[in-house]
């Protein structure tokens, strides 16, 4: 497949290396370079940016018909708490801004240093939750998940992405030092990642 992971940092060096390694075309696209033609020119697109930013992308690519997977979860800024629950999720108020395009809510919950330890903790396969609400394209992304060595769960309904987003969230409990540590978890971790972007233009 051709994907497009926006977001070119921790975890989105992460996938874009892991779906490379499992022998996918993935495009890394960095703060709105190549963001249009990548967007029209793959499927599915990754989110892996600050739920913040994802907002600042819908005027900037077309989104409709997209397979949109959403890793972002609404931490406030000092990882204190979540900007939005309860009653909605980060992946649906996506799915909102972006009319016609397919939301799914995964790989939320893996700490960005799993990446580096070829997804497993024990020799086991990391857990991903899938959730979205067309059943074919959960189907998809879970099989994408399971070549790059996680084992994927069905979360059903993009809905329960407001469970998921928490247990995204938690997964820094209270040492938030490895977060926001500069540099310790960053696209360098994975030098050997091609990123063929000039294919796009
Ligand atoms: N870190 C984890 O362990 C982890 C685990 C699960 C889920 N998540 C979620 O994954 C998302 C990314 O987290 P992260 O830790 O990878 O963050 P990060 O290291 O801060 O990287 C964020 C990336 O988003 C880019 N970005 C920011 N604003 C942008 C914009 N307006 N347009 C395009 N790109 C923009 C940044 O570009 P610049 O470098 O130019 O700023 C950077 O490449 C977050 O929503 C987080 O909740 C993180």
Redesign the pocket.
């Known amino acids: 497949m051709r994907i497009a992971v ?7 060096s992460g996938l874009t290396w892991a779906l490379g390694q499992a022998g996918h075309e993935v495009y890394a696209i ?3 370079e190549y963001l249009s033609a990548a967007v029209s020119q793959v499927e599915p697109v990754v989110l ?4 913040g ?1 994802v907002a ?2 819908a005027g900037k690519a077309d989104f409709a018909g997209k397979t949109l997977i959403a ?3 609404p ?1 406030t800024e000092d990882f204190s708490g979540l900007q939005l629950g309860h009653k909605t999720s980060a992946a649906e108020e996506i799915r909102s801004q972006r009319s016609g395009a397919t939301v799914v809510k995964a790989f ?5 240093q799993h990446y580096e330890t070829g997804l497993k903790v024990n020799g086991q396969p990391v857990h991903t939750f899938v959730a979205a609400n067309d059943e074919a394209t959960r189907e998809t992304v879970k099989s994408l998940a399971a070549e790059i060595g996680l084992e994927p769960v069905d979360a059903d309904p993009l809905a329960n992405a407001r469970f998921l987003e928490p247990i ?1 969230a938690s ?1 820094f409990g209270s040492d938030t030092s490895s ?1 926001t540590a500069p540099g310790s978890h960053r696209a360098g971790n994975f030098p050997d990642t091609p990123n063929p972007t000039e294919h796009l233009i």
Do not use: C, M
């Open positions: 926006i977001g070119r940092e921790s975890v989105g960095g703060r709105n892996a940016t600050p739920y930013a600042d992308l890793v972002s979860n931490v939320n919950t893996i700490f960005v995204g997964i977060v």
